[in-house]
């Protein structure tokens, strides 16, 4: 039973353009929610985290929206840059619990110049 | 600052065979986990270390992979025998005990096929 979902495997935006990276969790303990990017044969990089508390927080280019009674999030990127092309992990965790995260299926995004 | 190291980057063994994964968390670094991905599919948690004892192992697949984190510092996860499907890449990440607002980090992943 996969408790973090990324139903798109793969987005293509141009460069310059907002992405928009979505995520949906089944389980409502989870408390803490974080974005991970991944070059190919490289391990995987944080990028952006929210706490339950809250239904957005933003860094720069990257802006992750929490919309707890749909119980979804997503990574909105503006704007685009070819050096986003990579694989985008959202991961649920209760760092309360034990902070294992817990992984959604990943989506490429391929940003075209 | 080094970061989380992994090691080999790369192996290929043969069906039965035994094989070990390496991991060096960052210095200071109490949390230590183990993920793997198979085919492309989500990451999954195999275990969490806090130093030498182990917090949950509920990810772990079955009795044929043993991890030990001997002293607290560096990792090793054993598969023996492999099966063909244990293949796919083995992570290792860590983190700062105590913060919640810590963030693991993860090592390049060591790439298991089992032929």
């Known amino acids: 039973d996969q408790q973090v979902k990324q139903n798109s495997p793969s987005l293509s935006v141009q460069e310059g353009r907002i992405s928009i990276l979505n995520c949906d969790y089944t389980?409502?303990?989870?408390?803490?929610f974080l974005w991970y990017k991944k070059y190919p044969a490289e391990g995987p990089t944080f990028l952006i985290s929210?706490?339950?508390?809250?239904d957005k927080n933003e860094d720069g280019r990257f802006t992750v929206f929490l919309n707890k009674s749909a119980k979804h999030l997503s990574l909105h990127i503006v704007p685009s840059q070819p050096g986003d092309s990579a694989v985008y992990f959202c991961?649920?965790?209760?760092?309360?619990?034990?902070?294992?995260?817990?992984f959604g299926q990943g989506t490429t995004l391929q940003v075209k110049p | 600052e080094a970061g989380v190291t992994q090691f080999p980057s790369h192996s290929v063994i043969e069906k039965g065979q035994t094989v070990t994964l390496r991991c060096d968390p960052i210095?200071?670094?109490?949390?230590l986990y183990w993920y793997r991905r198979v085919m492309g599919k989500e990451i999954k948690f195999l275990l969490h270390f806090v130093k030498e004892s182990k917090q949950d192992e509920s990810g772990m697949p079955n009795n044929r992979f043993l991890a030990e984190r001997t002293g607290g510092t560096y990792s090793t996860l054993k598969v023996q025998p492999a099966e063909l499907e244990d293949s796919g890449v083995y992570f290792c990440?860590?983190?700062?005990?105590?913060?919640?607002?810590?963030?693991?980090?993860f090592g390049q992943g060591t790439r298991l096929t089992v032929v």
């Open positions: 389980n409502s303990m989870f408390d803490y």
């Open positions: 929210i706490s339950s508390i809250k």
């Open positions: 991961a649920a965790s209760r760092p309360s619990f034990t902070g294992k995260l817990i």
């Open positions: 990440a860590s983190s700062r005990w105590g913060q919640l607002d810590t963030e693991a980090f």
């Open positions: 210095s200071g670094h109490d949390n």
